[in-house]
C-alpha cells in the first residue's frame, strides 16, 4: 500500500518533462520520473499508474486522463498558440491518490500559416478615386514582402499604399504576400467601384438653365434664390440644353440682386454655354459689379477678341488672363474660369487654356451680378448664353467636363452624352438581318454582308402607324478626349451597330476615333492621336449612330443596310457585297470598333456603288502594325431626306470638301437646333486622307476639311486635294 504523505513527498520534487511534437495540430509529450520508495525509505510496491491534468488556467483542470503505469504521455488536439498548465497524481492498488506534482506550462506554436487580406478605404467614389489599402494579412511567419494589383494596370510593393484610380470602373484587386518560405494571395472581385464624377453642386451659389421660355424672369437652380430680372434678351429653343437667352450686343442683360452668396471672396468658378456671333471688343458672360469696376468677370471676348477672366483683390490687383485664341463664332463653346487664393485659370471645352498664379482674396460689393452686359461699361454679348453656373470654390478639371455634359435641369447623370435622341424606324420591312463573317485569304477580300446568318430579328408593328417597335436607332453627341469613356444608350438594343465620325476641330491635331467594348446597353469611345504617342488629347466633340444589325426600308422608300465585317490587317482593302443592291449608291459610313491600345487605327470606304463598297483599312503604321483582326461597322444609306418619328434626316453626299481649308455645307432643311453630324470619306483622290473634321456647326450649315497625314506615313502618298464626303443629319 502507499503511504500517500510519502508519495506526496516525492511527486513534489518531481519535475514534467515537456517535448512539443508538431504534426497535424499540436501535441505535448509529458514525461516524469516515477517514485521507487515509500517515506521510510522502504520500497513502493503497490504503485498502480498515474493520472495527468491539464487545462488553460493554473489549478484548474479538467477530467484528469488516467495514464496507467507508464511514466510518458502524448496529448494531441491543443491549439497552437494558447498557453496550457499541467500536473500528473500517482495512485496505488487501492485508488489511494498522491497530490499534484509540480505544475508545468507550456504554449504549442502555431502551425507554419500565411493568409493574405487586406481593407480599403474608400470602395467606390467619383473618378479621380483616391483609395488607402491597409494589408491586414495574418499568419505565424513574418512577411517580407507585398505585391498588389489594383485592377487598372497599377501595382505596389508597398506594405500598405494610398492609389488614385483616374477612370470610372470596376477594379478587381489582388494582394500576394510572402515570408517564411510560404506565399498567399487574395483577390477581391468588383472591390473598387470608381463613377464617373457628376455635375458638381458642392459650392454652387448660381445655376441658370434660360429653360423658362417666357417671361422677365430667371430662376435660380441652385436653391440660393439669386433669380434674375431679363432686360432686351429674348427666349430662343436653339440652345445647348432646353432653352436658352439671346442678346443683342446693343443693350441686352440679365440683371441679378447682390446677395452674400455672390460675394467669391478666396475661390471661384464660373462657367457658361456661349453661342457668340461676334467677337469683337469686350463681350460680357458674367460680371459682378461695384462702383466704377468690377469684382469678378468672364468676358467672351476682350479687348483683344480673345476670352478672358478677371478679378480685382483685395491688395489692389487688378488680374487679368486672356485665352490664346479667339472663340469661333456661331458655335456653342464652353467657357469657365477658375480662381482657389493662388492660381487663375481659364477653361474652353473642358481644357485649360492659360493659367496665372496670383494670391489674394477677392474684393466683395452690394452691386448687382450681371449675365450678357453690365452697367459700369456696357461691353454687350452678341449671340447665345445658356448653362451659367457660379461656384464659390474652384472646380477641377474633371468637375467642369462633367458640367459640360449635362444641362441644370437634367435629369441624366454619367455626363457623357451631349445630345441622345432616339425614334422607331418608321413604317419599314425588316428584310434580313446580318451576320458577321471572317474573310477569306487573298489579297484584295470579297465579303457579302449575308451568307453567314439568315436568323430573323424579331420585330412587332403597329397597325396604325406600321412602326417597328423593336428596332431602333439612336443618335447623339459625346465629347471624347483620349481617355476612354463609356456611352450609356437609352435602350437596350439586340445587336447594336455603331459608327462614330466626325469629330470636332477644336484643338489642330490629328486623331482617329476609337470605338470598343460595344454591348446591349452601350459602347466605349475615346480619341486616339495618329503619330502613336500616348500624349493628352483636348476634348473634341463627336456624333454617333446605333442601329440594329439589318436591312430596312423606310417610309419614303429609301433603303438602309448595318453590318459587321472582320478585316486581316494584312490585306488592307476588302470588297463588301450588300445583302442585296440599293437603288441608289448609298452612303457609307464605317467604323472600327474593336481598337487596340497600341496603333491608331481607321478606315474610309472607297468605289462605293449600289452593290458593295471597297473598305480600306489604315493603321498608323505602314505595314501590319496591326496584329489582330479588326471588326469593321457599316451603315450604307439611301441618299435621302425624311422623318424617323418626329426626328428629320438628310443623307447626301458633297464633292467640295478639301484638306487645304475649311470649305461651308449649307443644309437644305431649317432646324430649330443644331442637329447631330456625322460623316465619313467616300471616295480617296490621292494622299493620305484620314478624317472628316468640322466646325462652326450651326441650324444652318457646317464648315467641313479632311485631315490628311500624307506627311505622317512613309507610304509615298501625295497630299490630296478634294474628296467626296459622304454626310447624316438627323435632329
Same mark, same amino acid.
Given at each position: ?520 446597353? !452601350? #459602347?466605349?469611345? %475615346? +480619341?486616339? &492621336? ?7 488629347? @483636348?476634348?473634341? $466633340?463627336?456624333? =454617333? *449612330? ?65 452593290? !458593295? #463598297?471597297?473598305? %480600306? +483599312?489604315? &493603321? ?7 496584329? @489582330?483582326?479588326? $471588326?469593321?461597322? =457599316? *451603315? ?96
Amino acid at each position: 500500500m502507499i503511504q500517500r504523505q510519502s508519495t506526496i513527498l516525492l511527486l513534489t520534487v518531481l519535475s514534467l518533462l515537456l517535448m512539443v511534437l508538431q504534426v497535424q495540430a499540436a501535441q505535448v509529450q509529458l514525461s516524469w520520473s516515477a517514485p521507487t520508495k515509500n517515506a521510510d525509505g522502504s520500497p513502493l510496491n503497490d504503485l498502480a499508474g498515474y493520472k495527468v491534468y491539464y487545462g488553460l488556467a493554473s489549478r484548474s483542470y479538467g477530467t484528469p486522463i488516467d495514464v496507467g503505469n507508464t511514466t510518458t504521455y502524448t496529448i494531441t488536439g491543443l491549439t497552437g498558440g494558447v498557453r496550457y498548465y499541467f500536473a500528473v497524481k500517482a495512485y496505488d492498488t487501492s485508488r489511494n491518490e498522491s497530490a499534484f506534482s509540480t505544475e508545468v506550462s507550456f504554449v504549442p506554436p502555431l502551425d507554419p500559416s500565411l493568409v493574405a487580406n487586406f481593407t480599403a478605404t474608400p470602395t467606390s467614389g467619383t473618378a479621380p478615386l483616391a483609395v488607402t489599402f491597409t494589408d491586414t494579412s495574418t499568419g505565424t511567419v513574418t512577411i517580407t514582402s507585398w505585391s498588389w494589383k489594383f485592377g487598372d494596370g497599377g501595382t505596389s510593393t508597398q506594405r500598405n499604399v494610398t492609389y488614385t484610380y483616374k477612370n470610372p470602373g470596376t477594379y478587381d484587386v489582388t494582394l500576394t504576400v510572402s515570408g517564411g518560405g510560404l506565399s498567399n494571395t487574395v483577390t477581391k472581385k468588383g472591390y473598387i467601384t470608381v463613377s464617373q464624377p457628376p455635375a458638381s453642386s458642392s459650392g454652387l451659389v448660381a445655376a441658370y438653365s434660360f429653360d423658362e421660355g417666357t417671361g422677365t424672369k430667371v430662376n435660380d437652380a441652385s436653391g440660393n434664390g439669386n433669380h434674375g430680372t431679363i432686360s432686351g434678351a429674348t427666349w430662343t429653343s436653339s440652345a445647348r440644353f432646353g432653352k436658352a437667352l439671346v442678346f443683342d450686343g446693343v443693350n441686352d442683360l440679365v440683371t441679378i440682386n447682390d446677395a452674400p452668396s455672390l460675394d467669391l471672396t478666396t475661390g471661384m468658378t464660373l462657367e457658361a454655354w456661349v453661342y457668340p456671333t461676334a467677337t469683337t471688343y469686350w463681350r460680357t458672360v458674367v460680371l459682378k459689379e461695384r462702383p466704377g469696376h468690377l469684382t469678378y468677370a468672364l468676358y467672351a471676348s476682350s479687348s483683344t477678341n480673345q476670352p478672358l477672366v478677371q478679378s480685382v483683390l483685395t491688395n489692389g490687383s487688378n488680374v487679368k488672363l486672356p485665352g490664346p485664341s479667339r472663340l469661333p463664332t456661331n458655335t456653342w463653346t464652353h467657357l469657365a474660369a477658375t480662381y482657389n487664393g493662388s492660381v487663375l485659370q481659364l477653361y474652353v471645352n473642358g481644357a485649360q487654356q492659360a493659367s496665372r498664379s496670383v494670391a489674394g482674396t477677392i474684393v466683395t460689393s452690394g452691386n448687382p451680378l450681371r449675365i450678357g452686359g453690365n452697367s459700369v461699361w456696357g461691353e454687350y454679348f452678341q449671340g447665345r448664353i445658356d448653362e451659367v453656373r457660379i461656384y464659390n470654390r474652384a472646380l477641377t478639371a474633371s468637375e467642369i467636363q462633367a458640367d459640360m455634359q449635362k444641362g441644370i435641369s437634367a435629369t441624366t447623370s454619367g455626363a457623357l452624352m451631349v445630345q441622345n435622341l432616339r425614334a422607331p424606324l418608321k413604317l419599314g420591312d425588316l428584310l434580313s438581318a446580318l451576320g458577321k463573317s471572317t474573310p477569306s485569304h487573298g489579297s484584295t477580300r470579297q465579303q457579302t454582308a449575308s451568307g453567314s446568318s439568315t436568323s430573323r430579328l424579331s420585330t412587332t408593328t403597329t397597325a396604325s402607324s406600321g412602326l417597328l417597335t423593336s428596332d431602333y436607332i439612336e443618335i447623339g453627341e459625346v465629347m471624347v478626349d483620349h481617355q476612354w469613356k463609356r456611352v450609356d444608350l437609352s435602350k437596350r438594343f439586340t445587336d447594336p451597330i455603331v459608327v462614330a465620325k466626325a469629330a470636332s476641330y477644336h484643338h489642330a491635331t490629328l486623331a482617329v476615333i476609337g470605338i470598343r467594348q460595344i454591348d446591349a446597353t !452601350g #459602347f466605349e469611345i %475615346r +480619341l486616339e &492621336p495618329w503619330d502613336g504617342g500616348s500624349r493628352t488629347l @483636348a476634348p473634341e $466633340t463627336v456624333g =454617333y *449612330l446605333v442601329i440594329e444589325r439589318g436591312r430596312f426600308r423606310l417610309a419614303d422608300g429609301a433603303s438602309l443596310e448595318s453590318g459587321t465585317i472582320d478585316a486581316d490587317p494584312a490585306y488592307p482593302v476588302y470588297s463588301i457585297a450588300f445583302s442585296q443592291p440599293f437603288r441608289v449608291t448609298p452612303v457609307v459610313m464605317t467604323a472600327i470598333t474593336n481598337a487596340q491600345e497600341s496603333v491608331a487605327a481607321t478606315g474610309r470606304p472607297t468605289l462605293v456603288s449600289q452593290k !458593295g #463598297f471597297q473598305f %480600306r +483599312l489604315q &493603321p498608323r503604321r505602314i505595314p501590319h502594325s496591326l496584329d @489582330a483582326l479588326q $471588326t469593321i461597322s =457599316y *451603315l450604307a444609306w439611301e441618299p435621302s431626306k425624311g422623318a424617323l418619328d418626329d426626328l428629320a434626316f438628310e443623307v447626301n453626299r458633297t464633292r467640295d470638301v478639301t484638306r487645304w481649308r475649311f470649305s461651308t455645307l449649307t443644309f437644305t432643311e431649317g432646324y430649330a437646333d443644331a442637329p447631330v453630324f456625322l460623316a465619313d470619306i467616300q471616295s480617296s483622290q490621292g494622299g493620305n486622307p484620314i478624317n472628316v473634321r468640322w466646325e462652326q456647326k450651326d441650324l444652318r450649315g457646317i464648315d467641313l476639311k479632311i485631315d490628311d497625314a500624307s506627311d505622317l506615313n512613309a507610304d509615298g502618298a501625295t497630299p490630296l486635294n478634294s474628296d467626296v464626303v459622304g454626310y447624316i443629319i438627323i435632329r
